[in-house]
C-alpha cells in the first residue's frame, strides 16, 4: 500500500493514516482489545436489561466477563477473525465472526444457564452472546466505514452502471462490492422496474442514459443480460454504441450456471454481439456422420480455418487425424493444443504430423497412399489479397496447382470425401487470390463431372473474425498504439462469421455432399467496415475523433482501396440456389470447365511458375475465369462485371428463390 506519500489534510485523515501505518500485530492487538472491552460492555448490558440494575458487587460482573474473554478470544483466533480486513467488512465477511460466537454460546450458556452461578440470572447466558455479537458486528462496521475514506483515495475505482436488474444484474452486484468497479445504479426497460431502488442503487429507464452517465461521472456500462438472444444484444449494444462509455458482458447463461458469478467473467463485448445472429446449434450426427472412427486428413491444420476444423473434428472421436502443414510452428501449435485436448477427454486419437507443401506431389501421394483418408479437408491457401498480389506465382503455386495435386492424389487412391474449403472472393473474383480460389474451385467441379468414386464439393464463406489478417486485431493493436484506425473505404462491407461456427458447418455440408456441389453459408446481414471500426472504439471507451468531435480519442483514417479488393462481396456466381437440410446451408450448381480444358489451363499455368512469368499466368487466369477482372489500382469502377456491385443481390439470403429461413 503506497502510504508514504500521503499527507493527512485533519484529524480523522490523520488517525486514519496512523490505524492503516501500524504492523499487522499491532492492528490485531487492537482488535483484540475491543473484542475484550466488547466481553466487559456485553456483561453490563445484559444484567441491566434481565434485572433492571447493576449488581452490587464488581466481582461479579468481573467473574462473567472473564469467562466471557477466555472462551471468546481463543475461539475468535481459531477462526481467524483477527486476518479479517476491516476496511472489507461486509455481511459476507461477518459469518466467521457469528459462526465463532454461535459456538462461543454453548459453553457460556452451560457454565451460567444450565450449571448456574450465584448472582448471575439464568437466562444471562443467553442473552449476553446476543448482545456481544452486536456489538462486534457493528464494531467493525464501523472501522470499514472510518477507513473506508482512506483507501478510496489511495485507490481509483472504475465507476459503473449495470444494465440488467434480473437475478445475473443482481448476481453481478454482489460481485462488486469488494471490487476496485464503484456501483452506482442499474438499467432496464421494465417499466415496473424504473424508478425502483435496488441494493441502495436506482433502475434507471435507457432513455435517460446519456444525461445520467455524465451526472452520475459513469465510465462503464457492464452487460448483465446473458440468457437475450444475440439478436437482442445487437440491439442493446447498437442503444450504447455512441455513449462515451467502456461496455463489458457477461458469458452465457449457461456458462454461469457452472458456478458462482464473479467480477472476472466480465469480458469486453464481442464483435459476434454485432453480428445480430443467433447461433444454430450444430446437428451431432452430421458432425459425426463422415469422422467417427474414420482417419481424417486436414490440409492446412495450423491456419485459422484448418486448426478450428482439427478441433471439431477431434470432438467427434475420429480414429486419426492427419495433420498436414507447411509452416513448422503451425503444426507443432496445432499438434501440442490437438494432444493436450484428447488426453485432458480421455479420447484414443491418433494425430499424424506431415510437414510438407500441398503441391509437392510425391509427398502428398505417399502420406495418402500410407494413411487413406476416408475425407480431405483441403484448407490449405494463401488467401491474403494483398500479399498473394505481390507473390503471384506463389499464390498461383500453391492455391491451384496444389489443389489439383491433392484433388488427383485423392482419385487416384479412392478417398471417399474431398472438401475444398474456398472463399466468396473466388466469385466475379478482382483479385488473384479470388481468381486462384476459383479455378481452385473449378478444378473439384470437372474431376466430379468426369466421374470416379470420390465425391468433390466445396463451401464458400466470407470473413471469418479472428483470422489471420482479420480486421479486428488490427483494429484494436491500432487502438493500443493510440491510432489511427484505418479503413480501405468507408462504404466497404462484409459478411463475417465466427470460425467455430463456419467449421461446424463445413463439417455438416460435407455430408450433403453428391459431388460438384457448392455449399453457401449463410452469412447473415452485412457488417460496414467503418461501423465496425467506430464501434470497436466506443467498445473501447475512447471516442471517435473527427470533424464533429475534435476532441476525441481515436481518429479513423480512410487510406483508399488496395489492389485487388472490392467494396462488396458476394457469394453466388449465377444460377438458382437451393435449400439443403440445414437452414443455414445453401447449395448451387454452377457453370465450370470440363476436365480436358483444364489440364490445358493448368500445364500452361505450371509453365508460367517455371518460367516465372507473372503476366502470362494472370492472362491464363483471365481465360480460365472469365468473371476475373484484375485491378491493379485498386478501383474496382473499370471492371464491367463488378461495377454494379453495389445493386447485385450478392448474398443468398437476398434472393427470391430462396425459402425463408425460420431461426
Not at 461479579?60 to 479479517?84: D, K, M, Q
Not at 467441379?445 to 464463406?461: E, H, I, K, P, W
Amino acid at each position: 500500500m503506497p502510504l508514504v506519500n500521503y499527507r493527512p489534510h485533519n484529524l480523522a485523515s490523520g488517525l486514519r493514516h496512523a490505524l492503516v501505518s501500524l504492523p499487522r500485530g499491532g492492528k490485531q492487538s487492537i482488535a483484540v482489545g475491543f473484542d475484550l472491552s466488547s466481553c466487559v460492555l456485553a456483561t453490563i448490558l445484559a444484567f441491566y436489561l434481565r434485572v433492571g440494575y447493576l449488581p452490587n458487587t464488581v466481582g461479579l460482573i468481573a467473574l462473567v466477563a472473564l469467562a466471557s474473554s477466555a472462551i471468546s478470544i481463543p475461539l475468535f483466533w481459531f477462526h481467524r477473525i483477527y486476518r479479517t480486513l476491516l476496511r472489507h467488512e461486509r455481511i459476507m465477511t461477518a459469518r466467521p465472526l457469528a459462526r465463532a460466537i454461535l459456538i462461543y454460546t454453548i459453553p457460556f450458556a452451560l457454565i451460567f444457564s444450565v450449571w448456574g452461578v450465584d448472582g448471575v440470572p439464568r437466562t444471562l447466558g443467553l442473552l449476553q452472546p446476543l448482545i456481544l455479537l452486536a456489538l462486534c458486528v457493528a464494531g467493525r462496521g464501523l472501522a470499514a466505514g472510518f477507513l473506508s475514506p482512506f483507501y478510496d483515495k489511495l485507490t481509483v475505482r472504475k465507476t459503473v452502471l449495470i444494465y440488467g436488474a434480473g437475478v445475473a444484474g443482481r448476481q453481478l452486484a454482489s460481485a462488486l462490492r469488494n471490487s476496485e468497479l464503484h456501483l452506482r445504479g442499474f438499467v432496464d426497460q421494465d417499466p415496473a422496474l424504473i424508478g425502483q431502488v435496488m441494493d441502495d442503487c436506482p433502475i434507471l429507464s435507457p432513455q435517460d442514459l446519456p444525461v445520467e452517465i455524465c451526472r452520475l461521472g459513469v465510465d462503464r456500462i457492464l452487460l448483465a443480460i446473458p440468457s437475450a438472444s444475440r439478436r437482442r444484444r445487437r440491439e442493446i449494444i447498437e442503444t450504447l454504441a455512441e455513449l462515451p462509455v467502456e461496455i463489458q458482458t457477461l458469458p452465457a447463461i449457461l456458462d454461469l450456471a457452472h458456478g458462482k458469478l464473479t467480477v472476472s467473467d466480465l469480458k469486453n463485448v464481442d464483435i459476434e454481439d454485432l453480428l445480430g445472429r443467433d447461433r444454430v446449434i450444430p446437428d451431432p450426427a452430421m458432425l459425426e456422420a463422415n469422422l467417427l472412427g474414420q482417419v481424417i486428413l486436414v490440409t492446412g491444420a495450423g491456419g485459422s480455418i484448418g486448426s478450428e476444423l482439427c478441433r471439431q473434428i477431434l470432438a467427434s472421436r475420429p480414429q486419426t487425424i492427419i495433420l498436414f502443414e507447411i509452416s513448422e510452428f503451425a503444426l507443432y501449435s496445432i499438434h501440442s493444443e490437438c494432444q493436450a485436448f484428447a488426453a485432458r477427454e480421455g479420447f484414443s486419437v491418433a494425430l499424424v504430423q506431415v510437414l510438407g507443401s500441398v503441391h509437392d506431389r510425391q509427398r502428398v501421394e505417399e502420406v495418402i497412399a500410407t494413411y487413406k483418408p476416408y475425407v480431405i479437408f483441403h484448407a490449405a491457401a494463401y488467401k491474403h489479397v494483398p500479399l498473394v498480389e505481390a507473390n503471384v506465382l506463389e499464390g498461383v503455386r500453391n492455391n491451384v496447382l496444389g489443389t489439383r495435386e491433392l484433388a488427383l492424389a485423392a482419385r487416384k487412391y479412392g478417398v471417399p470425401h474431398f472438401i475444398l474449403i474456398s472463399t466468396d472472393k473466388a466469385v466475379r473474383p478482382t483479385s488473384v487470390m479470388g481468381a486462384t480460389k476459383r479455378m481452385g474451385e473449378q478444378i473439384l467441379q470437372a474431376l466430379a463431372a468426369s466421374g470416379g468414386d470420390t465425391t468433390f464439393s466445396m463451401v464458400r464463406f466470407g470473413n471469418v473474425l479472428g483470422s489471420s489478417g482479420s480486421v479486428v486485431p488490427l483494429f484494436r493493436s491500432q487502438i493500443a498504439a493510440g491510432g489511427p484506425v484505418t479503413v480501405t473505404h468507408r462504404d466497404m462491407t462484409r459478411y463475417f462469421m465466427m470460425i467455430p461456427e463456419a467449421a461446424q458447418l463445413v463439417i455438416q455440408a460435407g455430408t450433403m455432399a453428391k459431388g460438384g456441389e457448392v455449399f453457401l453459408l449463410d452469412m447473415g446481414e452485412p457488417v460496414r467496415i467503418m461501423d465496425l471500426a467506430r464501434n470497436i472504439i466506443h467498445f473501447s471507451g475512447l471516442l471517435v475523433r473527427d470533424e464533429e468531435n475534435p476532441a476525441g480519442d481515436i481518429e479513423i483514417a480512410e487510406v483508399g482501396l488496395r489492389p485487388g479488393e472490392k467494396l462488396y462481396e458476394e457469394l453466388l456466381i449465377g444460377g438458382q440456389v437451393e435449400q439443403t437440410l440445414h437452414p443455414l446451408i445453401m447449395k448451387a450448381d454452377e457453370p465450370s470447365l470440363g476436365w480436358k480444358e483444364m489440364e490445358k489451363e493448368m500445364a500452361s499455368l505450371e509453365l508460367a511458375c517455371t518460367e516465372r512469368r507473372t503476366d502470362k499466368a494472370i492472362a491464363i487466369l483471365k481465360r480460365a475465369v472469365p468473371d476475373f477482372c484484375h485491378s491493379t489500382d485498386g478501383d474496382i469502377a473499370d471492371c464491367p462485371i463488378t461495377s454494379q456491385n453495389k445493386t447485385r443481390n450478392f448474398q443468398p439470403a437476398r434472393l427470391a428463390s430462396r425459402p425463408t429461413l425460420r431461426y
